[in-house]
């Protein structure tokens, strides 16, 4: 059984505070990143793996992409995105993503945003995009950074007055589960190292085009206080490929 955390009702009602949630793609701090590096989505077709809220697949539409697929394990994430959702050329499909099947050469763009580190085959997923992608398709995606995954607590080592000291790392190269605190506990990530994640997207044939460690906007910043410190180490990992 695939983790499904975020059907829980504690879960997703705490999920539904974070900014991201909120403000959207204004929200979350590596979007200026993907936006930047994002192809041309002009009368593509674009699959989204764990599209949560629908916010990438939306964007895509605005972009005038053809057609949009969202897939996410999570009924309620999918019920929230079909609620923000008027238009026909988007669909939703409750699945989990390592369970996609799609035919051969079917889009243009794979996107994927803080998905993967809960898929225990990273490997395999890659290797199914490329399939689903055309000759030339892109896949871009971003994860936990795994300085950020390396350990189960996921958290700043802090000082007796309770202020942030240092972001530690241990454990870096002992791949696999993290039994970790997301919003409530007991959420179960998959820690892998940066080589991992760049070997398994080019032995599945990818070329990969440009790799980033996004920092936080000043603006960003401003309007969201506690992002100064996402700055002090880096918290996503992006990747952008072609076929």
């Given amino acids: 059984m695939k983790q499904n955390k975020y059907d829980d009702v504690v879960f997703f009602s705490e999920y ?6 909120v403000k959207g793609l204004e929200g ?3 979007w200026p990143v993907i936006k930047a590096i994002l192809p041309e989505l002009k009368n593509k077709n674009v699959l989204d793996l764990g599209c949560g809220f629908g916010w990438h697949c939306r964007y895509a539409r605005e972009q005038q992409a053809s057609s949009v697929i969202g897939v996410d394990i999570s009924e309620k994430m999918l019920q929230k995105a079909r609620k923000m959702t008027d238009d026909s050329a988007v669909s939703y499909i409750k699945m989990p993503i390592e369970d996609i099947n799609f035919s051969d050469s079917q889009f243009d763009v794979v996107i994927s945003s803080l998905a993967f580190h809960y898929v225990k085959s990273f490997e395999i997923v890659c290797q ?13 995606f971003s994860v936990e950074h795994p300085i950020f995954t390396s350990r189960n607590e996921q958290d700043w080592y802090y000082d007796n007055h309770g202020n942030r000291l240092y ?3 241990d454990n870096y190269q002992s791949e696999g589960v993290r039994n970790t605190t997301f919003l409530t506990e007991n959420v179960i990530k998959y820690h892998r190292t940066f080589a991992t994640y760049i070997n398994d997207v ?12 996004p920092m936080a906007t000043e603006e960003m910043v401003r309007s969201i206080p506690e992002m100064k410190d996402e ?3 880096p918290m996503f990992l992006i990747i952008s490929a072609e076929k």
């Fill in 16 to 21: 539904e505070k974070m900014p991201r949630s």
């Fill in 28 to 30: 979350a701090g590596e």
């Fill in 128 to 140: 199914k995009v490329y399939g689903f992608l055309k000759p030339g398709g892109s896949f871009v």
């Fill in 167 to 169: 972001w530690p790392v």
């Fill in 202 to 213: 080019i032995q599945a044939g990818f070329s990969i085009k440009l790799v980033k460690e």
């Fill in 231 to 233: 700055n002090r180490r």
